[in-house]
């Protein structure tokens, strides 16, 4: 099934969620912390879902993740 327009987030919404910058949400997916899709342009979306799960996942702030 694929993912419906709405439930992905580019890499600076996912930012805007952790309180990151967005090219720290790529690092995140180039070292297999988060899946992304590629766009037919070649962006990087993120499931909605997994980052949500993602975020419950994460006690002690954003430094734990890097």
Do not use: C, N
């Not at 969620?17 to 766009?39: E, H, Q, Y």
């Amino acid at each position: 099934m694929e993912a419906q327009k709405d439930d992905l987030l580019t890499p600076a919404e996912v930012a805007k969620l952790f309180r990151v910058d967005p090219k720290t949400v790529t690092r995140w997916a180039k070292a297999g912390k988060l899946s992304s899709i590629r766009t037919l342009g070649g962006h990087r979306r993120y499931r909605k879902e997994e980052v949500t799960r993602f975020l419950e996942g994460t006690t002690t702030g954003s430094a734990e993740l890097r």
